[in-house]
């Protein structure tokens, strides 16, 4: 799920996955998300479009906002144990 906001950050030197995260933990509030991330609200919203587009997800849906957080959960979880998923 996260593969391709990866592989379009490396691609475009982008951070799609830093702003899907900081997204999800400011409860999809785009001021408080764009202040975290110093960037302006309408940023966010491009990214948040955009991070829609690539993965099909949508982000005003409770029910993917609860997979994106539980995959961002598991994958961080695997980046502090060295394990590759």
Known sequence: MLGPLQENDRVRRGSLLE???VFLHCNGHWETAA????????????????????TGSRLDS???RAEFLLTLSAHRMGATTGSSG
């Open 19 to 21: 702003t899907l995260e």
């Open 35 to 54: 202040a975290k991330l110093g960037v302006h609200r309408h940023t966010v919203r491009h990214r948040v479009r955009r991070i829609e587009e690539i």
């Open 62 to 64: 409770a029910h993917d």
